[in-house]
């Protein structure tokens, strides 16, 4: 077998080869590979808890961002009714 007939099947080999691994990693089998390879690194106690931590922290802001619309509303509301006329606040009194 003449050598420069090699060249082209091996080249033709590897890209064939290549091509193929692609299209096997980028369906199923790869996402579940990056799944595997993504439990393993979390799998970290101390990363584990940070993560619990940083979890709580941003449910008590969001708890604290809700208060905090509340009281602007009920403040937008005190600032409404001081700045409302006298005769206004007596027609709706009873």
């Not at 060249?7 to 193929?20: Q, R, Y």
């Not at 940070?50 to 937008?76: F, K």
Request: with cysteine; glycine share 6%; charged share 30%.
């Amino acid at each position: 077998m003449n050598p420069n007939d090699v060249a082209p099947l091996f080249v033709a080999c590897v890209l064939f080869l290549t091509a193929g691994a692609v299209i096997i990693l980028r369906g199923p089998v790869g996402k579940a590979l990056a799944r595997r390879v993504e439990s393993k690194a979390g799998a970290d106690p101390l990363l584990t808890e940070r993560i619990d931590e940083l979890e709580h922290r941003l449910a008590e802001l969001e708890q604290d961002r809700a208060r905090m619309a509340e009281l602007e509303e009920r403040l937008d509301f005190a600032e409404r009714m001081l700045a409302a006329p006298p005769e206004r606040l007596k027609e709706g009194a009873p």
